[in-house]
């Protein structure tokens, strides 16, 4: 399943000379594009050249059901998430809007949704089940399950054209399960994992606090990442660990959207922490737990929007910003170029 699978560090000493050498000789004060700098020497080095190209990018939006939600944990209703399938599929969900504006192709998968859709076009079926069992009772997931959720997020990959590759979820109760992974996989305190998730009260959180803790009791032994994915995750958050994977391998470069695309992140990168390097943290969540996740794996985000929509947005908002990085490094003029003068002194 993921035996055969090793990603190497995209990091290149050499490269990254070469590379800095490049932007520090454009036509501005070194240092004055701030993070565009860094996004563009961290694109060279996952393509392994000064001269990146961006390719046929693409969002996948994994969509999935959770058992926990009869633990009263979401403010909406399970029925959600085929709902927002079927808007997604009809063009009118946010990261419709936010894909076409940037020319993003969007693939919606069923991971795993409590409802069937029948063949419809625009719908890619990868169902492993009607959605994952109540964490708070029993297992989320059988090893079985969540390895062969695993394996599809890697098919799907490897039916992509492109070279960059964002993701984005649905699923009513997956912050919840993001919680649960999050506070597994750092040890940071459950209550410092949850937040309001579809819009949850004081009270709503907490209740949420206190089913997580129980939960976490209740799955003391489970320690291994791909075990904490199986028994506390989503079947939405488990393909997309595989598509991310896969992604990393084949040196693309990955658009990490909110909380719950970083929790299976997390997952991902104790798997194989090599993969950081190929992630673009699009933004900081508005969902508490957020920053705190990013913290953890000692990493960025590019923006701060304030946004908590989930669906992938952040990644195809930060997409703009990826596209700038490349072409300044590869369209904008040197100081000899321009026969400008460079700086001479401090």
Excluded at 47 to 72: C, K, M, N, W, Y
Excluded at 214 to 228: D, F, I, K, S
Excluded at 286 to 312: F, I, T
């Amino acid at each position: 399943m993921i035996s055969d699978l090793h990603i190497a560090p995209a990091k290149d000493s050499k490269l990254q000379t070469v590379l800095q050498h490049a932007i520090d000789h454009k036509t501005k004060p070194p240092g004055s594009l701030g993070r565009l700098e860094l996004l563009a020497a961290q694109i060279g080095q996952i393509q392994q050249t000064a001269s990146p190209v961006l390719r046929d990018p693409a969002i996948i939006v994994f969509a999935g059901d959770h058992g926990v939600v009869a633990e009263g944990i979401s403010a909406f209703p399970q029925d959600v998430t085929w709902q927002m399938v079927e808007n997604f599929l009809a063009g009118g969900a946010a990261i419709n809007v936010f894909a076409r504006q940037n020319g993003i192709a969007l693939h919606i998968v069923d991971s795993g949704v409590r409802h069937e859709f029948g063949q419809r076009d625009g719908l890619t079926d990868r169902k492993v089940a009607p959605g994952t069992q109540n964490f708070a009772k029993q297992a989320a997931m059988s090893p079985v399950q969540c390895a062969e959720a695993i394996r599809h997020g890697r098919e799907l990959v490897r039916g992509l054209s492109g070279n960059v590759l964002g993701f984005g979820e649905m699923g009513i109760g997956n912050t919840t399960a993001a919680a649960a992974v999050m506070h597994k996989l750092t040890g940071i305190p459950v209550a410092d994992c949850v937040g309001a998730g579809t819009g949850l009260s004081p009270q709503g959180i907490r209740h949420k606090q206190q089913v997580i803790e129980a939960a976490v009791a209740l799955h003391a032994g489970v320690t291994a990442p791909q075990e904490v994915l199986a028994c506390f995750g989503g079947l939405e958050i488990a393909m997309m660990t595989g598509a991310m994977l896969e992604a990393a391998q084949r040196r693309m470069v990955l658009l990490i959207d909110g909380f719950i695309v970083s929790s299976a992140l997390l997952v991902a990168a104790r798997l194989q922490p090599a993969i950081l390097d190929y992630c673009v943290f699009s933004h900081q969540s508005d969902e508490s737990g957020h920053a705190r996740m990013l913290d953890a794996l000692q990493v960025s985000p590019v923006l701060k929007l304030d946004l908590r929509l989930g669906e992938g947005t952040g990644a195809a908002l930060v997409y703009p910003m990826v596209q700038a990085a490349v072409n300044f490094l590869n369209q904008m003029a040197t100081f000899g170029d321009a026969r400008v003068s460079e700086k001479t002194a401090d």
